[in-house]
């Protein structure tokens, strides 16, 4: 399967934890999105990357969540300190280029925090 | 801030028949793209189709158009020949074309859409 995927695709976890997630774009493409979306809501912009650059970043993304791209292939998605706010679907999302608009999407990462 | 407005939460239509999917966004920017896209249940999230604003002619793709009026920013999508498959989540959704502009792309809150046999 070459689309982007996402690891792990469900994850439970007691609130105070630290959890991480797993993005693996598609191969070449240069942009990678993290988006998240909550039950009856469209997915909202997090933050995203060309290459290893980490070009903006939502105020949605507080202090406690940070999103690395180290060589500019995978990507990771870390949120420290759980709480139950940050229950959804964590989407990510890689394009081949700036002029290349078609945002290719991964099955998502859905977060339970209990 | 750009924001992008879905005012149908759900919608059903019979197979093989027509429906229209609205939607309405707000932006000071000229040049962007809009987009509609498809979340089938537990699936990933698909493009049906794209919008380029400084194009006058409505984008289609087989079943698939859409209605754009920029002057009063709206962008619907028409589905024709409704099938059992296109059961699923519509976003639409809206992306700067500005050079050096945000590459981000703002969701409405969807339109769940059931297709009845």
């Known amino acids: 399967d070459t689309g982007v995927s996402q690891n792990p695709r469900h994850k439970i976890t007691k609130r105070g934890q630290n959890v991480t997630f797993r993005c693996d774009p598609i191969s070449e493409h240069n942009r990678l999105y993290w988006y998240r979306q909550t039950l009856g809501q469209g997915p909202e912009f997090l933050t995203y990357f060309q290459n290893e650059a980490q070009l903006e970043k939502s105020r949605l993304l507080s202090d406690r969540f940070s999103a690395e791209r180290p060589k500019g292939s995978f990507s990771t998605l870390e949120i420290q300190r759980t709480e139950q706010g940050d229950s959804a679907m964590y989407l990510c999302?890689?394009?081949?280029?700036?002029?290349?608009?078609?945002?290719?999407f991964g099955q998502g990462t859905r977060l339970t925090v209990v | 801030a750009q924001t992008v407005t879905q005012s149908q939460p759900e919608m059903s239509v019979q197979e093989a028949e027509t429906v229209t999917l609205s939607c309405t966004y707000d932006?000071?920017?000229?040049?962007?793209?809009l987009f509609w896209y498809k979340q089938p249940p537990s699936r990933q999230m698909i493009l049906v189709i794209r919008q380029e604003a400084y194009k006058q002619q409505n984008a289609t793709e087989n079943r698939f158009s859409v209605n754009f009026q920029k002057a009063a920013k709206s962008f619907s999508l028409k589905i024709s020949d409704s099938q059992l498959g296109d059961a699923a989540m519509y976003f639409c959704?809206?992306?700067?074309?500005?050079?050096?502009?945000?590459?981000?792309?703002?969701f409405g809150k969807g339109t769940k859409l059931t297709v009845n046999p």
């Open positions: 999302a890689s394009s081949p280029g700036s002029f290349h608009t078609e945002a290719f």
């Open positions: 959704a809206y992306r700067s074309a500005n050079q050096g502009g945000s590459e981000k792309l703002v």
């Open positions: 932006t000071s920017e000229s040049d962007y793209y």
